[in-house]
């Protein structure tokens, strides 16, 4: 009997490394087998030097993209376009502050100048100067905010479709954030700003319709990021934030790429007008 289950239990240690060396595999094989959805696509990421718009910018090269990385600061966006020119990405980096009409007209003008055109806008850049509540949320960091993050969406989209109309369509992802749907007290004109976000990619794909261009949002979730660092730096704050998921977990910049890359392909071509939430079974209704 004792070798019996000696037997059993060497079994199930032969099984249990089995299983472990093709999950080790078939993670290895993913990595290695990025589809090439995106190839012969030009694509334009704001904020993109870093965190949540670095992943994306990276993600969409990978698939074959042509992509203009941005970023208020040049030394930022040359130390991310060096980061994916060092991985044969093809890529190409322009300063620009989305709250410059200057800016965000030569970083279009760039685009279209380096790679051809553009066919792919995703609206990454966003402001939050002060952390308050509501009632105690200055005017001056209430402007900024709904400057930034939902004005120059909006000039940023009347900008980018006449370079779309050239190529016969395009497509265009804002990034909001799951406090638009559960609002944080101490993001509070954040989460507001976060909230018109998925209005005003309702109205966008209205419009866009119209131009081929389809027009999607995306909710991210507490990303491990620096801007998330107030809510995950400290263990207990970052429990909670876990427990706020049901995956019981923070999310990784490279998940929220994954969202983007597939809302700009043709797997997504009867996709318009959509705010997708991806912030680990978080509450996503308004």
Known sequence: MALLWQLVRESRRTERRMFR???SYSVRRMSQTTPQRLTGKVAVVTASSDGIGFAIAERLAQEGAKVVVSSRKLPNVERAVAQLKAKNLAVHGVKCHVGSADDRKALFAEAEKHFG?????VSNAAANPEMSTLFECSEAAWEKIFEINVKCSF???KEVVPYMRKRGGGSIV???SIAGYSPMQ???AYSVSKTALFGLTKVAAIDGALENIRVNCVAP???ETKFAQP???DANSKEVAENQTLLKRIGQPHEIAGVVAFLVSDDSSYITGENIAAAGGMHSRL
């Open 21 to 23: 060396a093709f999950a």
């Open 186 to 188: 101490l993001l509070s």
């Open 117 to 121: 055109g553009i066919d792919i806008l």
């Open 221 to 223: 979730g507490v990303i």
């Open 155 to 157: 000039l940023l989209t």
């Open 231 to 233: 809510l995950i730096s």
């Open 174 to 176: 804002y990034v909001s």
